[in-house]
C-alpha cells in the first residue's frame, strides 16, 4: 500500500501558485519523498524529489516539513498544460522491491483558466 | 530523444493471442522496471532489472508473463495467452544506480495500451 495520503482533487486558477500537499506521517529516515505527474494518458512525468531539505528545480519546489511527516510540492505560475494527476512517493532510493515507486490515486490537480 | 521509448504505444489483441513489448531504456542506465497501470489506478510494479539480471517479480506477475532483459539493454515483457484482464497500459521505467543520495530517479516511457477483445 501507499504510504502517502493526497486529497483526490484540487481547482487552481491559471497564473496562480498550485500548492499541493502530501502526508506521509510513517516515512523512514532513509527514505526520499518523490513527485511525478501524469497527463491524461502519457507515462508517469518526474518533478522533484527531496530528503530533508527543501528543493527547487525548473519545474517546481518541494517544502518538506522539519519532522518530515509532510510535504507540499509548489507549481509557481500554474499553466493550463499542468493539469494532472500529482502522485506523491516516499522511497528509498535502492533496487529491487525496496527502491519501487508504489503509486496511490494522486491528486487530480485541474488547472482553470 | 534521448528519454525510455516503448514499442508499439497501441496494441489490440484478440483473447487468447500471444503478444510482446518492447522498452528501450535511456541509454547507460542499468536498471529498468515495468509497471502496470488500470484505468483510474495508479502504475503497479511488476519486475525488476539490474543489467541483464531480473532480480524482483511481482506476484501480479503471473505464469502467463515472462521479461528479458538479455544484454542488459532494451527489454521485452511477452504476455502469453492473453485474458480481458490484461487489458492495461504497460509502463517500463529506467535508472541509473548511484550511490549518490540523490541518484536512482526512474524515468518512464510513454507505455504500451494493450486492448484485449
Known amino acids: ?65 522539519e519532522d518530515r511527516k509532510s510535504s507540499t510540492l509548489i507549481l509557481p505560475h500554474a499553466t493550463l498544460r499542468d493539469t494532472a494527476v500529482y502522485y506523491c512517493i516516499v522511497r528509498a532510493n535502492y533496487g529491487g522491491s525496496q527502491g519501487n515507486l508504489i503509486f496511490g490515486k494522486g491528486t487530480k490537480l485541474s488547472v482553470k483558466p | 530523444d534521448t528519454g525510455v521509448s516503448q514499442d508499439p504505444r497501441h496494441k489490440i489483441t484478440k483473447r487468447g ?50 521479461a528479458e532483459r538479455p544484454k542488459g539493454s532494451f527489454s521485452t515483457l511477452e504476455i502469453q495467452r492473453t485474458e480481458q484482464g490484461d487489458s492495461a497500459m504497460y509502463l517500463c521505467a529506467s535508472s541509473l544506480r548511484s550511490l549518490a543520495p540523490m541518484g536512482d530517479t526512474q524515468y518512464f516511457g510513454p507505455g504500451t495500451r494493450l486492448t484485449v477483445l
Open chain 1, 1 to 65: 500500500d501507499a504510504k502517502t495520503t493526497q486529497p483526490p482533487s484540487m481547482d487552481c486558477a491559471e497564473g496562480r501558485a498550485a500548492n499541493l500537499p502530501c502526508n506521509h506521517s510513517t516515512i523512514s529516515g532513509n527514505e526520499y519523498v518523490y513527485w511525478y505527474r501524469q497527463i491524461h494518458s502519457q507515462g508517469p512525468q518526474y518533478i522533484i524529489h527531496g530528503l530533508k531539505n527543501n528543493e527547487t528545480n525548473e519545474m517546481a519546489s518541494l517544502i518538506i516539513t
Open chain 2, 17 to 66: 493471442q500471444n503478444v510482446t513489448f518492447r522498452c528501450d531504456p535511456i541509454s547507460e542506465h542499468n536498471r529498468l522496471y515495468w509497471y502496470r497501470q488500470t484505468l483510474g489506478q495508479g502504475p503497479e510494479f511488476l519486475t525488476y532489472f539490474q543489467n541483464e539480471a531480473q532480480l524482483e517479480k511481482s506476484r501480479l506477475l503471473s505464469d502467463r508473463f515472462s
